[in-house]
């Protein structure tokens, strides 16, 4: 008989391993599948679970996604994510369990604003970009992005991944510092960076 095309997919027991469910992700090539097998399946299944949300079973950019998050070790940062509300009439809200450590406020100037209005004020821009936007366009590059500082008249965008930041960069960026320049009564330029989490 000739070699299996298919890698060994349960260990001993039966018991899914990593490259299982990498395959049923449709993360097939082999080289991939070697470099991820060691990583723990618990961070497989918090970025597929992330991705599930903004990505259906059949989008063709779904295993790439998957892929680049667990090589940027998606699903470790501070034990949590963090994810957008997905529908304009909710507040963000922090996913699942809030664990016993304490959050780590960032230590800011005075002049930067209290999370409370910077959410308030990046609801009203995502409300606009909302009805500007397809709805397409909108959910996939839009929705996911956090609003994280305003310092006079710079605002700093948090991205989900190094896809949606340069997207937003070169296609995006008129349309957001038009939003929030409205939203601020003032000018305001963006700087885009990956986290959505200071």
């Known amino acids: ?37 060691e990583r723990p399946l618990g961070q497989i299944e918090k970025v597929i679970r992330y991705v599930a949300s903004c990505r259906s079973t059949g989008d063709p950019r779904r295993p790439g996604l998957i892929v680049h998050l667990i090589r940027c070790g998606f699903g470790f940062q501070r034990g949590r994510l963090q994810l957008a509300a997905r529908d304009s009439d909710t507040v963000p809200r922090r996913t699942a369990s809030r664990s016993a450590a304490p959050r780590h406020l960032p230590t800011a100037p005075p002049n930067v604003m209290p999370d409370s209005e910077l959410m308030t004020r990046w609801r009203q821009v995502l409300d606009q970009l909302s009805q500007q936007l397809e709805r397409e366009v909108y959910e996939t590059w839009i929705a996911s992005n956090q609003l994280l500082v305003v310092e006079h008249d710079r605002a700093i965008l948090g991205t989900p991944n190094i896809f949606v930041r340069q997207e937003v960069e070169h296609s995006y960026t008129a349309e957001i510092e038009a939003a929030l320049s409205q939203s601020y009564g003032r000018p305001m330029t963006l700087q885009v960076v990956i986290g959505t989490t200071i």
């Open 1 to 37: 008989g000739g070699i299996s095309e298919r890698t060994e997919t349960t260990d001993p027991a039966g018991e899914i391993t990593t490259i299982t469910r990498l395959q049923e992700e449709g993360i097939l090539d082999p080289r991939v599948l070697q470099e991820l097998q």
